[in-house]
């Protein structure tokens, strides 16, 4: 009873909104196939403040493993999940006469919270003897939070679907632990591919443990449709 007063209550809400194209359903097909992070179902709703004003949420959870997560292991299960929260301002456009919001460039802030465990590996030397040669599997978690400063071209085609490409510049904060780890980094010495490859990358990220800023540089495009 109380899941279908609150499905009741949701499309009453959505019904609304509709009626003066306060609300937009976007999605992120990009990220369906972010196997650097990983791989997210992720998708948001736009809902009108004022004219040239929106609130833009976006959430993402991660519907598979990534392309480079070690799976010969599992020390701890591999999930991962993405929010965002966003505040746009539209700018006044000569394909936007009326000066509405949800058409043309906007400027924009956001804030951003990212989850994720997933189990990593390491290839090293341990006290630096290159006579022997482990491999460690370990688990990882990371928490990363941070801000961008965005810009975005939101066009709204035969009066309801959206396409909505973006980009930013911002700054992410990372906080990175490793569990059930055995390679030291001040005695061992870890081994990487003598070319920069994805996986080499990746292992050396996951072994850096603590908080680091970072800069964060974003871009991508949605879709979706306008109630």
Partial sequence: MRTSLTLMFLLLNIYSFSQDHRLSILLSPLCLIDDFSFPTIQGGIEIKISNRITFYNEFGGKYREGAYEYNDTSLIQSTGYKYKSEIRYYLKSSDNKRNTHQRGLYLGANVFYIKDTHNGNITYYPGGDKA??????????????????????????KKHLILDPFWGLGVRFRTTENFQREYDPNTDEAIFPREPTVYGIKDGIDTQTGTSSLLNIIGGVRIGYRF
């Fill in 132 to 157: 022997v040669i482990n491999s460690d599997y370990f688990a990882v978690e990371k928490n990363v939070w941070g801000f961008n400063a965005v810009m975005g071209w939101h066009q709204v085609f």
